[in-house]
């Protein structure tokens, strides 16, 4: 059988470069989208098998090149998204206006599978332009391409991502840790291999499940989250709760930097749980039961945070 041909945006991400691995293991040809070759190019060529992977450099609203590559592919994978906004990178261009061109494109050339990753715990936060924008690119797709699998993930987490890794960075400089809304939020953290896992599955078979939220096996506060990362770097730390008039001082200073530690917009965000809905099924719901735990994972990789690295209180077995 041909192998099909997977298109990926937002490829030389936390979830793209994993899901890269795992498809052309599977046989599966794969296009990556990059906006600079140059300085993702190296990187993804590592994570596939040779020839299987075409990587391409494009502008994601170069609309002629898209549609292009689109009409060369049996299935579409949308992995764009940003936490934060600045300049053209806003919520709207990469959350709304993109999703919108893609699920139009792909309906137009009959594609076999679209795939948009979303995200959990935003029905409910209708004050937040993050959360906002995300449920019009899940509507303009459902419209464009009605048999389009929309993934709505809990946090994500992995050696390459950018929320365990900047944590446990923080908590190794500052004495203290602000806990916004007591750190009561919760969340169901899941491994970035589990995510991969159910796209691939959802490639290779049918389901009827279009709206899917993806969580991990367990629930926990982000108080509860800091608490095991700390534990995993053996150090301690005082929080202190902020109330929500400081944090938002904090966050308008925090978010003229190039890479915002937090955003007035993430404060609100985090207001609401990241817990499923009640409104659609999720992956245990389906049969698609995700093991693996947030703090044996984390442990894995935790020793770069640690005082004396991947050697930290282990002992050495030697025979002379």
């Given at each position: 059988m041909k192998p099909k041909n997977c298109l990926?945006?937002?490829?030389?991400?936390?979830?793209?470069?994993?899901?890269?691995?795992?498809?052309?293991?599977?046989?599966?040809?794969?296009?990556?989208?990059?906006?600079?070759?140059?300085?993702?190019?190296?990187?993804?060529?590592?994570?596939a098998n040779p020839g299987y992977l075409d990587i391409v450099e494009s502008n994601i609203f170069d609309i002629n090149k898209i549609e292009e590559l689109i009409k060369k592919s049996d299935v579409c994978i949308n992995l764009?998204?940003?936490?934060?906004?600045?300049?053209?990178?806003?919520?709207?261009?990469?959350?709304?206006?993109?999703?919108?061109?893609?699920?139009y494109l792909c309906h137009k050339h009959k594609i076999d599978k679209l795939i948009h990753l979303s995200a959990l715990g935003i029905e409910n936060a209708d004050n937040s332009k993050y959360a906002k924008s995300k449920l019009k690119g899940e509507i303009a797709v459902r419209q464009n391409f009605k048999d389009a699998i929309i993934l709505k993930p809990s946090i994500i987490y992995s050696v390459d991502d950018n929320f365990t890794t900047?944590?446990?960075?923080?908590?190794?400089?500052?004495?203290?840790?602000?806990?916004?809304?007591?750190g009561k939020t919760k969340f169901m953290p899941l491994h970035c291999i589990d995510i991969c896992n159910l796209i691939i599955d959802l490639i290779e078979n049918e389901t009827n499940d279009k709206i899917i939220e993806c969580i991990g096996p367990e629930e926990l506060t982000f108080k509860e989250i800091i608490e095991k990362l700390l534990k995993l770097m053996e150090k301690k730390r005082l929080f202190v709760p902020i109330p929500i008039f400081i944090?938002?001082?904090?966050?308008?200073?925090?978010?003229?930097?190039?890479?915002?530690?937090?955003?007035r917009d993430q404060i609100k965000l985090l207001f609401y749980d990241n817990i499923p809905s009640g409104k659609y099924k999720t992956n245990f719901d389906i049969g698609k039961d995700f093991v693996l735990k947030f703090e044996n994972e984390?442990?894995?990789?935790?020793?770069?945070?640690k005082e004396t690295g991947e050697y930290a209180k282990k002992k050495l077995d030697m025979k002379l």
């Open positions: 990926i945006f937002g490829a030389s991400g936390q979830i793209g470069r994993n899901l890269i691995r795992k498809l052309t293991e599977k046989s599966l040809r794969v296009t990556a989208v990059t906006r600079n070759l140059h300085q993702k190019g190296y990187i993804l060529k590592t994570q764009i998204g940003i936490l934060f906004e600045k300049g053209p990178n806003n919520f709207n261009n990469i959350h709304e206006k993109f999703p919108s061109i893609i699920s900047m944590l446990m960075g923080l908590l190794n400089l500052a004495p203290i840790f602000p806990l916004y809304y007591g944090a938002n001082i904090m966050a308008t200073f925090f978010q003229i930097l190039p890479k915002p530690l937090i955003t984390v442990e894995k990789y935790c020793y770069m945070w």
